[in-house]
RNA sequence: GGGGAGUUUCCCGAGCGGUCAAAGGGGUCAGACUGUAAAUCUGAUGGCAUUGCCUUCGCAGGUUCGAAUCCUGCACUCCCCA
C-alpha cells in the first residue's frame, strides 16, 4: 500500500528544504518511482549519522517506491568539500573497494525488509569510462563558475585557511553528473539527502534542466544533532558504527537507551517507522513519567532489531540485563564470551590462581581497567571495584580459583560501566 | 637589531631557598543521589610500596646542609620599540 511521501516526510520533521513541492508530489503520485540518496564509502561500514538518509530509503520503499543507493565510488576517490572544514585524505583504491563492498552490503541488509525492489549502484561504474576532456565538454561547460563560488560548501572553505583543491571544488559536477545518469538509466528524479547536501543536489537538477531539459526534484532533512549540539552518533569513545564488529549489537542499544529526554522523541520520529499516533502517545508518558525511558527503550529496540536483526536484539537485550543486574555466577564460558563480546579481555596463565592467587590490582591493570596499579588501588578503596559483579573493598584482595565463573573465565568491573573479562589458560 | 615577559604535574594557573608531590580551577576516575539521564554533593587524581621509598616544576651545569624557587649558558614562546 502507497501512501504520500511527502506528508511523510513532512509530518515527521524531515524536510529542511526541497524543490517544488507540488511538482514532487505529483511526480509521486505514480507508484515505483525511484529515488535516490548518495553514501560516500569514506570507511568500510556506515555510523549512525547515516541512519537518517537509510531510513528515508527505507520509507520511500514502504510508500511503494522504488530506493536507489548510491555507493560513490567515483565520488568517493575524490571527496565530498560539503559539512567539512578541511580538505580530505584520498583514500587508496584497495581501501576504497573494501569500503563499497561494506557499505554495500549494509545499505542491502537494511533497505531489504522494506520492499524487494533495491537498487544499490556505484557511479565508479559509470564514470569509469568518461574522458577528462569529454566530461569537461559535456558537463563542465554547463557549469557557470559564478553560480560554483556561491554554495556554500565552497564559499565557507575558501574563506578559510586551507582553502579548497581543485579536485575537491569538482566534486559537485560528478554529483550532479550522478543525478543526470540516474534519471536516464533508471528514470530516477528525485535525490534525497541530508541538509549539506542541498548544493549538490540543485547542481544535479540545474544540470538535469540544461541537459535533457528534465524536471528533477530534490529534498533535504534536517541533520539531526542532539540537544547539547555535538553530532548524533559520536561517543567519547569514538562513532557510532552499524556494523557489529566495530560497535556490537549491546553498545549500539545502549547507545539509544541512554540518549536525552530532549533528543529521544525527535529520533524515534525520525528514524524509526514506529507510527505517528504511537509516538504522540509516548511523548505523553514521557513528559509523566520520564523515569520509566519508555521512549528510549522503544526507539533502541527499533533501531537495534533494523540494523542487528533479531538475533542482534536479543544479544543486546541479554548483555544489557547482566551488565546492570545482576548475578554472573550461573553464566558458563560460551554465554560469557557471547555477552561480553566487545569487552576487552585479557590472558593470564592459569597458574597465577595457585596458592595465594592473582592481586586483584595487578588484574585491574592488565586489563586496562586501571592505567597503574596505585589508580586499581584508589578504585577499590573508594568502592569501584567488583569481581563478578560483587563489590570488592579490600585492595589487597588476591584472585583464586573459586572466584572464577564458568571454567577458565572471570569477570571485572571498575565503577559502574566498565568491565573487562580475565581468561586463565 | 634594541627592550621586556615567560616556559610548573592531563589542561589552565599559583608558588619565588626549607613546612612542595607542589594552592585553586577545569578535566578525568570513584562514591552518594537518580532514570543506565542531567544537575548536585563527597572523595581521589606522579610512580612503586601494608609506616616508607623513588622520579617530577623547558634543557644543561653551578651556588647551598638544602632549589620549582638563586646564578650561568642553551632552546623555545609571547609582547613592545625600530
Given at each position: 500500500m502507497?501512501?504520500?511521501?511527502?506528508?511523510?516526510?513532512?509530518?515527521?520533521g524531515?524536510?529542511?528544504?526541497?524543490?517544488?513541492?507540488?511538482?514532487?508530489?505529483?511526480?509521486l503520485?505514480?507508484p515505483?518511482?525511484?529515488?535516490?540518496?548518495?553514501?560516500?564509502?569514506?570507511?568500510?561500514s556506515?555510523?549512525v549519522?547515516h541512519?537518517?538518509?537509510?531510513?528515508?530509503?527505507?520509507r520511500?520503499?514502504?510508500?511503494?517506491?522504488?530506493?536507489?543507493?548510491?555507493?560513490?565510488?567515483?565520488?568517493?576517490?575524490?571527496?565530498?568539500?560539503?559539512?567539512?572544514?578541511?580538505?580530505?585524505?584520498l583514500?587508496?583504491?584497495?581501501?576504497?573497494?573494501?569500503?563499497?563492498?561494506?557499505?554495500?552490503?549494509?545499505?542491502?541488509?537494511?533497505?531489504?525488509?522494506?520492499?524487494?525492489?533495491?537498487?544499490?549502484?556505484?557511479?565508479a561504474?559509470?564514470?569509469r569510462?568518461v574522458?577528462?576532456?569529454e566530461?569537461l565538454?559535456?558537463?563542465?561547460k554547463?557549469?557557470?563558475?559564478?553560480q560554483?563560488?556561491?554554495?556554500?560548501?565552497?564559499?565557507?572553505?575558501?574563506e578559510?585557511?586551507g582553502?579548497?583543491?581543485?579536485?575537491?571544488?569538482?566534486?559537485?559536477?560528478?554529483?550532479?553528473?550522478d543525478f543526470?545518469?540516474?534519471?536516464?538509466?533508471?528514470?530516477?528524479?528525485?535525490?534525497?539527502?541530508?541538509?549539506?547536501?542541498?548544493?549538490?543536489?540543485?547542481?544535479?537538477?540545474e544540470?538535469?534542466?540544461?541537459?535533457?531539459?528534465?524536471?528533477?526534484?530534490?529534498?533535504?532533512?534536517?541533520?539531526?544533532t542532539?540537544?547539547?549540539?555535538?553530532k548524533?552518533?559520536?561517543?567519547?569513545?569514538g562513532?557510532i558504527?552499524?556494523?557489529p564488529?566495530?560497535?556490537?549489537?549491546?553498545?549500539?542499544?545502549?547507545?539509544?537507551?541512554n540518549?536525552?529526554?530532549a533528543?529521544a522523541?525527535?529520533?524515534?520520529?525520525?528514524?524509526?517507522?514506529?507510527?505517528?499516533g504511537?509516538?504522540?502517545?509516548l511523548?505523553?508518558?514521557?513528559?509523566?513519567?520520564?523515569?520509566a525511558?519508555?521512549?528510549?527503550?522503544?526507539?533502541a529496540?527499533?533501531?537495534t532489531?533494523?540494523?542487528?536483526g533479531?538475533?542482534?536484539?536479543?544479544s543486546?537485550?541479554q548483555?544489557?540485563?547482566?551488565?546492570f543486574?545482576?548475578?554472573?555466577?550461573?553464566?558458563?564460558?560460551a554465554?560469557?564470551?557471547?555477552?561480553f563480546?566487545d569487552?576487552?579481555?585479557?590472558?593470564?596463565?592459569?597458574?597465577?590462581?595457585?596458592?595465594?592467587?592473582?592481586?586483584?590490582?595487578?588484574?585491574?591493570?592488565?586489563?586496562?581497567?586501571?592505567q597503574?596499579?596505585?589508580?586499581?588501588?584508589?578504585?577499590?578503596?573508594?568502592?569501584?571495584?567488583?569481581?563478578?559483579?560483587?563489590?570488592?573493598t579490600?585492595?589487597?584482595?588476591?584472585?583464586?580459583?573459586?572466584?572464577?565463573?564458568?571454567?577458565?573465565?572471570?569477570?571485572?568491573r571498575?565503577?559502574?560501566?566498565s568491565?573487562?573479562?580475565?581468561?586463565?589458560?
Open positions: 502507497s501512501y504520500d511521501l511527502v506528508t511523510e516526510f513532512e509530518a515527521r524531515l524536510v529542511h528544504q526541497s524543490t517544488d513541492a507540488a511538482a514532487l508530489r505529483e511526480w503520485a505514480t515505483s518511482r525511484r529515488v535516490y540518496a548518495g553514501f560516500d564509502p569514506t570507511a568500510d556506515l555510523h549519522g541512519l537518517v538518509a537509510l531510513v528515508l530509503l527505507r520511500v520503499a514502504r510508500a511503494g517506491h522504488e530506493p536507489v543507493a548510491l555507493v560513490g565510488g567515483a565520488t568517493g576517490m575524490i571527496g565530498d568539500p560539503s559539512g567539512r572544514s578541511d580538505e580530505r585524505n583514500l587508496s583504491p584497495a581501501e576504497l573497494e573494501a569500503n563499497i563492498a561494506g557499505v554495500g552490503r549494509q545499505i542491502r541488509a537494511v533497505l531489504a525488509s522494506a520492499g524487494d525492489r533495491v537498487h544499490v549502484v556505484n557511479n561504474d559509470w564514470m569510462g574522458g577528462y576532456l566530461f565538454r559535456d558537463v563542465g554547463h557549469f557557470p563558475l559564478s560554483m563560488l556561491a554554495k556554500d560548501s565552497v564559499k565557507s572553505r575558501l578559510r585557511d582553502g579548497i583543491s581543485y579536485t575537491e571544488f569538482s566534486y559537485m559536477l560528478l554529483q550532479a553528473w543526470v545518469h540516474l534519471s536516464d538509466a533508471l528514470d530516477c528524479r528525485v535525490q534525497i539527502g541530508g541538509s549539506d547536501q542541498w548544493g549538490n543536489i540543485t547542481a544535479g537538477i544540470l538535469g534542466r540544461r541537459l535533457r531539459s528534465r524536471d528533477l526534484h530534490g529534498i533535504t532533512c534536517p541533520l539531526l542532539k540537544s547539547d549540539g555535538t548524533m552518533g559520536k561517543t567519547a569513545s562513532a558504527w552499524l556494523d564488529k566495530r560497535t556490537s549489537p549491546y553498545r549500539f542499544y545502549q547507545y539509544w537507551i540518549l536525552d529526554d533528543d522523541g525527535r529520533c524515534l520520529l525520525r528514524l524509526t517507522e514506529v507510527p505517528l504511537e509516538i504522540t502517545d511523548d505523553t508518558r514521557r513528559a509523566a513519567n520520564p523515569a525511558r519508555d521512549t528510549q527503550k522503544r526507539l529496540e527499533e533501531l532489531r533494523l540494523v542487528h533479531e538475533a542482534g536484539l536479543a543486546a537485550r548483555a544489557t540485563e547482566i551488565f543486574g545482576a548475578e554472573i555466577a550461573s553464566l558458563d564460558d554465554a560469557l564470551s557471547e555477552i563480546a569487552v576487552p579481555s585479557h590472558e593470564f596463565p592459569r597458574a597465577s590462581l595457585d596458592g595465594e592467587g592473582l592481586p586483584l590490582v595487578e588484574a585491574l591493570k592488565a586489563t586496562g581497567l586501571a597503574t596499579a596505585s589508580a586499581a588501588r584508589r578504585t577499590i578503596e573508594q568502592g569501584g571495584g567488583y569481581v563478578n559483579n560483587r563489590r570488592v579490600d585492595p589487597a584482595h588476591r584472585l583464586t580459583v573459586g572466584d572464577l565463573v564458568g571454567s577458565s573465565t572471570l569477570v571485572l571498575s565503577g559502574k560501566k568491565y573487562a573479562i580475565a581468561r586463565f589458560v
